[in-house]
């Protein structure tokens, strides 16, 4: 494991940027010695990674409790095609974050994480919404989760094979699986005259 | 959560049509009180799910003592965007897989499961390639988990406002994100005349 405050800024970079790239995060704990692994949305303010939900989760219920948890955010960039079986492989980015959820109980703290996790999803979209209300942050736990013990693994480039096995005639390489935004689709509802936002047209992860 | 066995052949056909689209999950198991989620591809036969990696992974290693596993698999397929923060979502389609793996011993099972990745990455790809040597098998471990406690979970179509927010001047609706394949990049010692194979150039996730 590689943690984070002992690396250099770099290292500190490339997790931050892994972070930012994604919208969903795998969360890890235990339940009389039983896994769940769940997907879910979360935010990032420096070094704090907030998750959130209904009050009613269990998993939120669960973690609040300051149990051990781990969070693993996944990039997946592209296959890997070897010439051989066994050098398959996929390119991607990976974190793995250990440690222990905090419950945000200043009500500052957790507007702010709130807003945080819209503009995770969407930059510029909290300008134009409606924000919660009093009622809404009462339904919705916050934890904070400290980004102190960090790890990050990173495959890029192509296939590495056995060295007989460059004769082979077969295609190698490597196939890019980008994540390319579609045309939006506008909500039946709609009010007449609203327009995609400028922020929704150049949208790009990463 | 939704047990597999006792549900309808829809909800089954569901759980296998994500784990296939998938070609990364997340494998989450317990060491000392720990919760570690690790991403790692796949494969499927039937009722079974074969995870697999080299002999020397404390992942697989730890998982081929029998210990509780929980496997999720999690595709995003779009950015849901409501009129207010609260209703911000994401639309995805996920599968949670707890059980306890076994260690797969059988040499043809242990074969199988190895064309199984290699097609599960992409399907075709196992006829022109070289197949894993004696010395390759047995630097890999293989390992096998029922599909017996399974749940799945999907949020599809576009935002569900509160009825007052719906006369709010706010774009809202769904930004879709699938995954496109880009053009292959060839590996630098592909050997001359060797061209792109037919599976690829038609290479789709689901």
Redesign the interface.
């Known amino acids: 494991m590689k943690r984070l405050p002992k690396r250099g800024a770099y290292d500190r970079e490339t997790v931050f940027k892994i972070l930012d790239e994604a919208?969903?995060c795998?969360?890890?704990?235990?339940v009389e010695?039983?896994?769940?692994?769940?997907?879910t949305?979360f935010g990032r303010s420096g070094e704090t990674l907030y998750l959130h939900g209904s009050a009613a989760s269990r998993m939120l219920r669960t973690l609040s409790q300051g149990i051990?948890?781990?969070?693993?955010v996944?990039l997946?960039d592209g296959?890997v095609?070897?010439?051989?079986?066994?050098h398959?492989s996929?390119n991607?980015r990976?974190v793995?974050v250990?440690g222990t959820a905090r419950l945000v109980e200043d009500p500052a703290e957790k507007m702010e994480a709130?807003?945080l996790?819209?503009e995770h999803?969407?930059k510029g979209?909290?300008g134009?919404?409606?924000?919660?209300?009093e009622h809404?942050m009462k339904g919705?736990t916050v934890l904070a989760l400290p980004l102190e013990e960090v790890s990050a693994k990173v495959r890029t480039g192509?296939?590495i094979d056995d060295e007989e096995?460059?004769?082979?005639?077969?295609?190698?390489?490597?196939?890019?699986?980008?994540?390319?935004?579609?045309?939006?689709?506008?909500?039946?509802?709609?009010?007449a005259?609203?327009?995609?936002?400028g922020y929704?047209k150049s949208?790009r992860?990463g």
Request: glycine share 6%; net charge positive; with cysteine.
């Open positions: 919208f969903v795998h969360v890890g704990f235990v010695g039983q896994p769940f692994v769940i997907p949305n051990p948890v781990c969070v693993t996944t997946t296959l095609l070897a010439r051989s079986a066994f398959h996929v991607y990976s793995v250990l709130l807003r996790f819209t999803i969407m979209r909290w134009d919404i409606r924000w919660p209300s809404e919705t192509g296939p096995d460059y004769s082979l005639p077969v295609w190698a390489g490597v196939l890019p699986l980008p994540v390319v935004p579609a045309e939006p689709i506008a909500d039946a509802r709609l009010k005259g609203t327009e995609v936002p929704m949208y992860r």
